[in-house]
């Protein structure tokens, strides 16, 4: 794969619209809301998007319930999503080169990235298995030109 790809804007990607809840939403609605997920979301997320006045505040993955939650034997719907979420996540536009969501990913120790607008607001979620998709299809249209080409 050329390694230029990688410098295609995100908007390149197949990446998801973001599935968000309001601060001081329970952590019971949030799993809830990550189970149902949404029409872009047919089997659910592993991840929520948490919005408040000012755009998007923080986020919470499948691990922060695992280690936060269950981890702590807590009653979810005791617990505020304020209370586990990771607060100010680094964020992305659609116009960031892909590699940027990479550095993210990996500097970051995570699997996604949040994408925002100019007032921070989610426009989308850049996942790992996005950019492995997007690179499988990119090596897939140069074995076929190079078979074309024999």
Same mark, same amino acid.
């Given at each position: 794969?050329?390694?230029?790809?990688?410098?295609?804007?995100?908007? &390149?990607?197949?990446?998801?619209?973001?599935?968000?809840?309001? @601060? /001081?939403?329970?952590?019971?609605?949030?799993?809830?809301?990550?189970?149902?997920?949404?029409?872009?979301?047919?089997?659910? @997320? /592993?991840? =929520?998007?948490?919005?408040?006045?000012? /755009?998007?505040? /923080?986020?919470? @993955?499948?691990?922060?319930?695992?280690?936060?939650?269950?981890?702590?034997?807590? *009653? &979810?719907?005791?617990?505020?999503?304020?209370?586990?979420?990771?607060?100010?996540?680094?964020? !992305?536009?659609?116009?960031?080169? =892909?590699?940027?969501?990479?550095?993210?990913?990996?500097?970051?120790?995570?699997?996604?990235?949040? !994408?925002?607008? %100019? *007032?921070?607001?989610?426009?989308?979620?850049?996942? &790992?298995?996005? =950019?492995?998709?997007?690179?499988? %299809? &990119?090596?897939?249209?140069?074995? *076929?030109?190079? *078979?074309?080409?024999?």
């Amino acid at each position: 794969m050329d390694a230029r790809a990688m410098y295609f804007p995100i908007s &390149s990607l197949d990446f998801h619209k973001p599935i968000t809840v309001e @601060t /001081g939403t329970s952590v019971s609605d949030v799993i809830l809301c990550m189970r149902r997920g949404d029409s872009d979301h047919e089997r659910g @997320t /592993g991840c =929520i998007l948490v919005v408040g006045g000012k /755009g998007l505040v /923080g986020i919470v @993955t499948e691990r922060d319930l695992m280690q936060k939650i269950v981890g702590e034997n807590l *009653n &979810s719907d005791q617990v505020i999503v304020d209370e586990i979420m990771t607060e100010s996540p680094d964020a !992305l536009m659609v116009d960031d080169p =892909i590699a940027f969501a990479l550095n993210i990913m990996h500097f970051d120790k995570c699997r996604h990235v949040p !994408l925002v607008d %100019e *007032n921070r607001v989610p426009v989308g979620l850049v996942s &790992s298995r996005d =950019i492995v998709a997007y690179s499988a %299809e &990119s090596l897939e249209m140069i074995a *076929n030109q190079a *078979n074309a080409d024999e």
